[in-house]
């Protein structure tokens, strides 16, 4: 399945190189680039009055270091079970979670604790959770890196401002959140979440209560913070838009993997570097794979189809054909 679409964005992948040359720096070489964050036949089943409700059906997925990544899909789909799996807030019921090095499943609650605080950054889609009303844009970046106590106050308040200008903010760095507008404040949230300059970033609908405008400016925030600081951005949205805000963008379904859309860099016919957007379906280990909703719907395809193995394809048609009597 390949859905190609062409604009010229040059920005975006000039972007995603600097990211990938930061993250190198941070890693200590190319050849650590891969598998920053791993999720392997995860699964999650919550129990609720003798119920028992599958999130995750063994879903796979592999994040490599200084990627700028968006985990979409509908409500119930699943999304929100792997952020707060690897953010470190849930643990999943089997599989393999691991992010920077950490195994989510056999870290004690103290290991956790630190791991949220040191290893992960969050931004949350309500304002109020990420600043602090009576602080400034400045002092509430600050504040984690007073509280862990890491450099002095006096650097401390370097790195804030740096920070808050990477973020485009730093004419809002003496006002408080409500002198701010909700954009504004975002940008600032995420300048709070790389303050003590964690291996990964995690955003909750960041631009869930945003209008479209706005919420390209929080986008820009999060790929500069990508490009100058090698971070690790995974973003969580229901917005199937936000794949022209970044460079891979996977959609969950059913709690599992579904489909991944890439874009990639070229040079066009006139010479300018151009941005091609392919979308691919996912194959798992065990070569299952969704077809998407649309297809599905377009050819009415149930309960079972037939496959012929091409030359090069594999041809999908519809099963509903008469069985023959087996003997």
């Not at 280990?285 to 719907?297: E, I, K, N, S, Y």
Request: a neutral charge; hydrophobic letters at 45%; one cysteine or more.
């Amino acid at each position: 399945m390949t859905a190609a679409l062409t604009t010229a964005v040059p920005d975006l992948a000039a972007l995603q190189r600097r990211a990938a040359e930061r993250a190198a720096e941070r890693a200590g070489g190319n050849d650590r680039l891969r598998g920053h964050i791993v999720c392997d036949g995860l699964v999650r089943i919550f129990k609720t009055e003798g119920v028992e409700v599958v999130a995750l059906q063994g879903l796979d997925l592999v994040i490599d270091r200084g990627e700028l990544i968006a985990i979409v899909g509908a409500s119930g789909s699943g999304k929100s079970t792997v952020l707060n799996i690897l953010s470190g807030l849930d643990v999943p019921t089997a599989g393999i979670a691991r992010v920077a090095g950490f195994d989510l499943l056999t870290m004690s609650a103290k290991q956790r604790l630190r791991y949220r605080r040191s290893t992960v950054g969050f931004v949350w889609q309500q304002t109020g959770r990420n600043l602090l009303p009576y602080l400034t844009a400045r002092e509430n970046v600050e504040l984690p890196m007073r509280l862990a106590r890491r450099t002095s106050a006096r650097a401390a308040r370097k790195r804030a401002s740096e920070l808050l200008e990477m973020a485009g903010v730093g004419y809002c760095a003496d006002r408080r959140p409500g002198q701010m507008s909700g954009g504004e404040q975002q940008r600032c949230a995420v300048a709070v979440a790389v303050a003590n300059d964690p291996e990964v970033l995690f955003a909750d609908e960041p631009t869930g209560e945003l209008d479209e405008a706005t919420a390209a400016d929080v986008f820009e925030a999060l790929r500069a913070i990508n490009a100058e600081l090698g971070v690790t951005v995974v973003v969580v949205t229901h917005d199937h838009n936000v794949a022209t805000q970044v460079r891979r963008t996977v959609a969950i379904r059913d709690g599992r993997t579904a489909s991944e859309v890439r874009r990639s860099a070229r040079i066009g016919e006139d010479g300018l570097e151009e941005l091609v957007t392919e979308e691919y379906a996912v194959l798992d280990r065990a070569g299952r794979m969704q077809l998407p909703a649309a297809f599905v719907d377009a050819l009415a395809l149930r309960d079972r189809v037939k496959l012929n193995l091409e030359l090069d394809h594999v041809e999908v048609r519809s099963g509903d054909e008469p069985q023959r009597e087996q003997l």
